[in-house]
């Protein structure tokens, strides 16, 4: 009897098989500590001290400049210290002096936010042309210091290269003959599943004025070109303010190269264009 | 031949098997439809050298050998590694073991089932259980193949058998050899055999060449038993099966390595005193690798599909000699499979596209199985059987649960089920003559890997790509079967009827909201669960031992299914009917087959099947023994499908024809 159940020894080892396995490892998320560097891995575009307005900028980006919405980041310091303003109004102002002498600007976000705890002020601004072949892309941060109520401006030359696939493209309304400039916002980082959609509409009125068009209506169809397939379960974006549309999601089924079709239409729901589309490779 | 087959004549000619030698230890039929118990204690019995499976038919494709018997049929893709079915239903409702272990195919197309890991050469016997028996080893709907490999023996007087065989084919241009080796010590017993085969394109009836159907071919075999005690044994395995530049007419591609290493070590005792029986104990792994190669079609794309499936796991099966009227077995088993499989494709001028077809799997199943058999009396029993599995699948690729969230499914929670199954049998022995079996059996199953977890896997048959449901539902089957059996003298038959119904019976059904992701395919289905589908059928066989150089055996099957909307079920079998002349006399043997199916005019349309014309075979081999350098040696000549028909079965894929006349030659020779 005893030798029968020496067998039984071997239970726990085959238990152990499954029932190991079922506790599932939970991965342990970190809650990360605030950063105490809110532009660490950014790229610094440039720094300047601003002597009118007593204060040290730096501003950032997540990558180097390209055509398309770029949101910069600027830490404004009491000049020559490594003390954050925390209450200041910054504005953008980039502009573009063409080759062919005309001057021209961009859509730009400034921060929304006049006060920040850590000096950070973050808004966006969409470079329309490469700087290559066009002439040279300015950027201007005007800051007023509501410390010391004093206001000055930093300024930088900015190279604005042409990304490898567009994340910007422009046409003209079908149905006012607007030319619209429809920027990609997410995925920033596109993956296999389910990926955030969002972009950012702006409209040049004049060589200086390029306003956020609102309450338009974006589709997005994915498609793989070379495959001839789709996605399922795609939400289109909508409009939330200053002409972003946010709340989508494009899902990708594999990696390679996804074409992201776009059709705007207006408020009424006639379609501007239907043209428009995103390549996007991972 | 004839287009739809009507009636067969019974040809009185006498022909015998190869099997010459092994005449006295197995029945011809190198099939076993016996229950377990005694095919275990029959191995330890046999001190001979084991039979070649191969006997009258030239293949060491296994599935090949059992295709005609009752019950079964095989689906062919190429003409290599075919698929065996039950009863019209595939590996997905079956259970496929090797010596009771848990093996797995790592092909999402079918292209490698578990059958094609081994070659006859490996193996001593194919069990096949569809009632009390069928699921000790695994949980299943529809019956449980057992592939049984040669075990080492040992013999009082120490002995060493060795045969060398060696054959060629016209149908495929193809030849094979083997060696096998036996050497049996008192207490030590050592078996190795290996296996070679090269096959070219084989040609269908009227001389069609079948373009990719090529196959190459290794296997070596190694089994070592040695005696520990008074009735304690250990027993080592090992096969290494190694098959490469195959190809699947049937398929968009080929293959172009598919690879196994299939291990094991076994406790083995058999113990005395109050509650005699015996136990095994396995504890065993496998490795299996598949890849698929298109590089020899053409294609819009080319695309790399390599596959991945490794187990591992152990059982103890506990049998009690009979006590207190009953006879009990207990088998408790474990274990885990990984299966991955992934697609790459090489677009001109664009970045490749990644995906996998199989999410990398991890699946872990705990089971126990319980078979009481009660003996009333003399000539009544009761059969209870029990079996549970509890199942945890996890999709351990973040890739793979990225995949499967754009169809709305969260993966980071395993998937968990419970299978039960409950059987209750009753046999009646009337009187010397008669015997009448019944059994009522309600079963579930896993879900297979594809089931619940495809990915975009392209199914050649009906031109769809394939979606898994990781929440599908678990299929049940109720199944009633009866047996009727009746023994003379010199003849006996055995008649079982069966009728079942298959409770959330998984289908892939379109979902037309969907773009396929293979180029040229139809569209997307999905797995889903339909309310039920029914079989029911009939299986016979008979044997008359005409005189004693002449024997015969009848097989025959049908089976006639249908879903919840009547649409015929796939795989059904139309009536089929093997006779088997043997006969020897002397040295000579002569071996002549009458196979015979009927047309089958109920397929299912949407699993991609056509109507399938009946047909006829004829297969003729003559065999005779003679010595060489005082060895036994074996000479056979056969030729199979004699009037070189052109036919294809209805469980094949795409219409894919049958080889025609196959003239073959095959040597063998005992030292």
């Excluded at chain 1, 720094?47 to 404004?76: F, H, L």
């Excluded at chain 2, 187990?311 to 207990?330: I, P």
């Excluded at chain 2, 047909?615 to 023994?625: D, F, H, I, Q, S």
């Excluded at chain 2, 056969?638 to 052109?646: A, H, K, P, Q, S």
């Amino acid at each position: 009897m005893k030798k029968i159940f020496s067998w039984a020894l071997m239970l726990p080892l085959m238990a152990s098989v499954v029932l190991t396995g079922c506790a599932k490892d939970e991965d342990e998320e970190t809650t990360s500590p605030i950063l105490e560097n809110p532009v660490e891995g950014k790229t610094m575009l440039f720094e300047e001290t601003s002597t009118e307005a007593e204060v040290d900028v730096k501003v950032y980006t997540d990558m180097d400049p390209y055509v398309g919405y770029n949101r910069i980041y600027v830490m404004v310091y009491e000049m020559g210290t490594q003390t954050a303003v925390t209450d200041a109004h910054v504005e953008f102002m980039p502009e573009m002096d063409m080759i062919t002498g005309m001057m021209h600007g961009s859509p730009f976000e400034n921060p929304a936010m006049m006060t920040s705890d850590n000096g950070l002020y973050e808004g966006a601004v969409v470079f329309v042309m490469p700087s290559e072949g066009n002439g040279t892309w300015r950027l201007g941060i005007k800051v007023h210091n509501h410390s010391n109520e004093k206001e000055g401006m930093v300024e930088s030359t900015v190279n604005v290269v042409s990304p490898e696939e567009a994340k910007m493209y422009s046409f003209e309304s079908a149905t006012d003959g607007a030319r619209i400039f429809v920027s990609l916002v997410e995925p920033k980082n596109p993956e296999v599943g389910k990926n955030d959609f969002a972009v950012a509409i702006h409209q040049k009125e004049t060589m200086m004025s390029w306003p956020a068009v609102e309450d338009l209506q974006v589709e997005i169809e994915p498609e793989m070109p070379t495959m001839g397939h789709g996605s399922p379960d795609n939400v289109n974006p909508v409009s939330t303010g200053n002409g972003h549309y946010t709340d989508g999601t494009v899902n990708f089924t594999m990696t390679g190269y996804w074409k992201v079709n776009v059709m705007i239409k207006d408020a009424g729901g006639e379609v501007m264009d239907d043209d428009g589309f995103f390549d996007i490779t991972f | 031949m004839g287009t739809s087959w009507k009636g067969l004549i019974l040809v009185p000619a006498v022909l015998v098997g190869m099997g010459l030698k092994a005449q006295s230890q197995h029945p011809d039929t190198l099939f076993i439809r016996q229950n377990l118990t005694e095919v275990l204690i029959l191995d330890e019995q046999i001190d001979e050298s084991g039979s070649q499976l191969n006997g009258f038919r030239n293949s060491q494709n296994i599935e090949e050998l059992v295709e005609y018997q009752p019950g079964f049929t095989i689906t062919r893709r190429g003409n290599y590694a075919s698929e065996i079915n039950r009863r019209g239903l595939s590996s997905e409702r079956l259970t496929t073991t090797i010596n009771g272990m848990k093996v797995f195919g790592a092909c999402t197309d079918k292209m490698d089932p578990i059958n094609s890991y081994v070659s006859s050469n490996n193996l001593s016997s194919v069990e096949s259980s569809c009632a009390e028996d069928a699921k000790c080893y695994g949980s299943n709907v529809g019956g449980q193949v057992n592939l049984l490999t040669k075990e080492p023996r040992l013999s009082s007087k120490p002995k060493w058998n060795n045969s060398f065989n060696l054959g060629v084919n016209s149908v495929s241009q193809g030849w094979q050899s083997s060696i096998n080796s036996d050497y049996s010590g008192k207490n030590l017993g050592v078996r190795v055999n290996g296996m070679i085969t090269e096959h070219q394109n084989y040609r269908a009836g009227g001389g069609k060449e079948i373009k990719y159907s090529q196959y190459n071919k290794v296997n070596l075999g190694l089994g070592l038993k040695t005696k520990i005690g008074e009735r304690s044994f250990i027993i080592a395995d090992y096969i290494h099966d190694d098959a490469w530049n195959i190809g699947y007419p049937a398929l968009p591609m080929d293959v172009s390595q598919a690879r196994a290493d299939i291990y094991s070590i076994t406790y083995r005792k058999f113990f005395e005193g109050n509650f005699s029986g015996n136990l095994n104990w396995k504890v065993y792994g496998n490795n299996v690798k598949h890849v698929m190669d298109d590089s020899e079609r053409e294609v819009v794309m080319h695309m790399d599909m390599p596959g991945l499936s490794d187990t591992y796991g152990s059982y103890a099966q506990l049998k009690f000699n009979k006590k207190w009227s009953q006879e009990v077995s207990v088998i408790l088993d474990g274990y885990q499979n990984r299966s991955f499989a992934e697609m790459i494709m090489y677009p001109e001028n664009e970045r490749f596209m990644y995906m996998l077809t199989w999410p990398d799997v991890l699946r872990r199943v705990l089971g126990i199985y319980l078979q009481d058999k009660i003996f009333l009396n003399e000539s009544n029993q009761i059969i209870l059987g029990m079996r549970f599995d509890y199942g945890v699948s996890d999709v351990q690729s973040e890739l793979g649960r990225k995949q499967f969230e754009v169809f709305g499914y969260d993966l980071t929670e395993a998937r968990q089920h419970e299978i039960k199954t409950l059987s209750l049998g009753y046999n009646k022995v009337i009187n010397s003559k008669n015997e009448f079996k019944f059994s009522l059996e309600y079963a579930e199953r896993l879900p297979s890997i594809s089931e619940q977890f495809a990915f975009y896997i392209f199914n050649s048959q009906d031109g769809f790509d394939y979606l898994g449901d990781p929440d599908i539902q678990v299929e049940s089957s109720n199944k009633a079967e009866i047996t009727y059996l009746h023994k003379e003298t010199s003849w006996s038959f055995e008649l079982t009827g069966f009728a079942q119904q298959l409770d959330n019976y998984i289908f892939g059904e379109v979902d037309s909201s969907l773009s396929a992701m293979t180029i040229g395919a139809n569209g997307v289905k999905r797995y889903v669960n339909l309310p039920y589908a029914n079989i029911f059928g009939i299986e016979g066989g008979a044997i008359w031992h005409v005189t004693h150089w002449l024997e015969y055996y009848l097989n025959a099957s049908y089976t006639y299914g249908f879903d919840n909307e009547q649409n015929p079920l796939p795989l059904m079998i139309p009536l089929t009917l093997s006779n088997e002349f043997k006969l020897k006399r002397e040295k000579n043997a002569i071996y002549l087959a009458l196979i015979g199916k009927a047309e089958q005019n109920r397929y299912s349309e949407l699993a991609g099947e056509n109507a399938t014309p009946g047909y006829m075979l004829v297969n003729l081999t003559y065999a005779r023994e003679f010595k060489l350098m005082q060895q036994s040696c074996t000479l056979s000549a056969g030729c199979e499908n004699i009037f070189d028909t052109y036919y294809r079965d209805h469980s094949d894929w795409l219409d894919l024809p049958r080889p025609g006349r196959n003239i073959f030659i095959n040597f063998r020779m005992d030292f």
